[in-house]
């Protein structure tokens, strides 16, 4: 009896250490690295952010593939076969009905016959980024690399060219670390929307091209290739499937989402490996709920463990790399960086962060270009210095069109940016938080995130009012998100007796200009500035 009660506990123990998942991936083609990590939240916690990382602050995200073609903007590709979205009339006016010419038909016409990577990092590197972020694949399920995994893919079509290993040459050559993007883990339920029909008019009934097999190719340019590989779409419908606002309640997969096969979780997870063990690279991102299949599967456990091992085997014991997830608890923060998506906490975080945005919309949108609705050169600045202030870094995706160019209205936009970065930027790179991240109405004010982020909206209207601070050392930064009509910007954070800066205030400096008249008072610090703004975008004050 005792013998069964032992092996009753040691058994209800091992369940209390032991997670099983629904769909666990096999690595039968792609074994995980072994290392000092273990696909278990309980080890992944042993990782440390890199140093590197937290002094990098600002990084640019290239988000281009086939999905720019039609020039209508981020998620294209589902869109397109929405009956009655703008994106469906486009497709259906200019190209054609979605059963007869599918976004795999659209792939063809993802040329990039201007793309030169090496021009565009360069570029980038000169306006500011340190880490440089290239799409490896999106929603789309269309890999951008010689793919050993996904017979869709840049070099068997396309631009029949190997986009990720591009991006990845010239980022080395200009001493930019490289990340990569992998969203590829949700075609399966977002192409749902490809299993449809036309609900009236002409098409009535008629599905759209998403059920299509190997078979269906016979006499058509993608004979031999099978569009399940593309689609994903031999399962059932995802719980309401019809309703389209459905997909963003079910991004975590345990809210009525088609559980995804074994099959189509190790494909992602093989695909994802297959980057990192040729590719080497120093970030990577996913556009998940914590990470990839969580929690129905291990695969994003298993990918993360080694993706940490493999940096630690590049790097002599050393871990150097960075992977992201969004809508993390304490814990978690603890085993990946945590991603913002177009917003950011308002407070300051003990873990090194990120948000990501983006200067337009994701993918390239002539809507956006025509109608003036790109983000300007000071709004990406108040961004930038609200986020660095918080711990937190800022990843900038930067849209380009089908061939490989961004447009003339991004180039001033970035220009204006990387003008004000290179007087500036010993504000940025290489800062720590101070003692309080910032100060104004903005700064005082309870600014929630929405799901993943989604909040950046509030700080557009930030002004001289609004002070960020960072510090390197003995010196600190604070940086007005605008310049003052009066010509005099007041630090109440800096006021005479401050507990927050009781050492005297020798020297204030107004980079890019020179030493500036300060007075301490009972008030705060009044700065008083040139007559004449050197920018039109924020004054930043080194201050001793």
């Known amino acids: 009896m005792k013998t069964k009660l032992l092996i009753a506990s040691l058994f209800l123990s091992a369940g209390l250490y032991a997670q099983t998942y629904q769909v666990p991936v096999s690595e039968r083609d792609e074994p995980m690295m072994k290392g000092k990590f273990e696909p278990t939240w309980e080890s992944l916690k042993q990782y440390q952010v890199p140093e590197w990382f937290r002094n990098a602050k600002f990084g640019i995200w290239a988000h281009w593939g086939p999905q720019c073609v039609e020039g209508s903007g981020d998620w294209m590709a589902r869109s397109m076969y929405i009956e009655g979205s703008p994106e469906y009339e486009y497709h259906v006016k200019h190209y054609g009905h979605p059963s007869e010419f599918g976004f795999k038909d659209v792939i063809p016409l993802f040329k990039a016959e201007r793309w030169d990577p090496d021009k565009l990092v360069a570029f980038y590197k000169k306006i500011g980024a340190q880490y440089f972020f290239v799409l490896g694949n999106h929603h789309d399920n269309f890999d951008l690399w010689d793919s050993k995994y996904q017979p869709w893919n840049s070099i068997n079509m396309g631009p029949k060219k190997n986009i990720l290993a591009g991006w990845e040459k010239a980022a080395r050559k200009y001493g930019l670390y490289f990340g990569v993007s992998l969203h590829a883990d949700h075609a399966w339920t977002w192409y749902e929307v490809a299993q449809r029909h036309d609900t009236i008019g002409p098409k009535k009934g008629i599905p759209y091209d998403g059920k299509l097999t190997k078979a269906d190719g016979k006499g058509k340019w993608w004979e031999g290739y099978d569009p399940q590989d593309l689609y994903a779409q031999n399962h059932p419908l995802s719980e309401n499937s019809w309703d389209n606002g459905m997909i963003h309640r079910q991004w975590g997969w345990e809210n009525g989402a088609c559980p995804p096969s074994q099959e189509f979780a190790t494909n992602f997870y093989n695909r994802t490996l297959d980057v990192i063990n040729r590719y080497n690279p120093d970030l990577l991102y996913f556009d998940v709920t914590v990470l990839p299949f969580y929690p129905v599967s291990d695969a994003g456990l298993k990918i993360a463990a080694h993706f940490y091992n493999h940096s630690m085997a590049t790097h002599n ?104 970065m290179d007087i500036n930027k010993e504000a940025v790179y290489d ?103 050197l920018n039109q975008i924020a004054p930043v004050f080194r201050i001793r």
């Not at 108040?382 to 986020?387: A, C, E, F, G, N």
């Not at 003339?408 to 004000?420: D, R, S, T, V």
């Not at 109440?492 to 927050?500: D, I």
Request: proline residues 5%; negative net charge; charged residues 25%.
């Open 317 to 420: 014991g050393k871990l150097e790399a960075v992977m992201f997830g969004k809508i993390l608890n304490e814990d978690q923060r603890k085993a990946l960086v945590w991603d913002v998506e177009r917003g950011a906490p308002n407070k300051a975080i003990p873990e090194p962060w990120q948000s990501c945005s983006c200067i337009g919309g994701w993918h390239y949108n002539t809507s956006i270009y025509e109608n003036n609705g790109y983000k300007s050169a000071s709004y990406v600045v108040k961004l930038l210095m609200d986020i660095v202030s918080k711990n937190g870094n800022l990843l900038l995706s930067v849209p380009l069109r089908a061939d490989g160019t961004f447009d003339e209205k991004e180039e001033k936009i970035l220009n204006e940016f990387g003008a004000w």
């Open 431 to 533: 800062t720590r938080p101070w003692k309080v991240f910032g100060e104004g109405p903005i700064a005082e004010e309870d600014i929630p995130l929405n799901a993943q982020g989604f909040n950046e909206g509030s700080y557009n209207k930030a002004d001289s009012k609004e002070i960020r601070f960072t510090q390197k050392g003995d010196v600190l930064y604070a940086t007005a998100l605008g310049w003052p009509e009066s010509h005099t910007v007041i630090i109440k954070s800096l006021a005479a007796g401050s507990e927050l800066y009781p050492e005297e205030i020798h020297e204030v400096t107004l980079l890019g200009y020179g030493k500036v008249q300060a007075e301490r008072t009972a008030g705060g610090l009044a700065i008083t500035l040139p007559a004449e703004p």
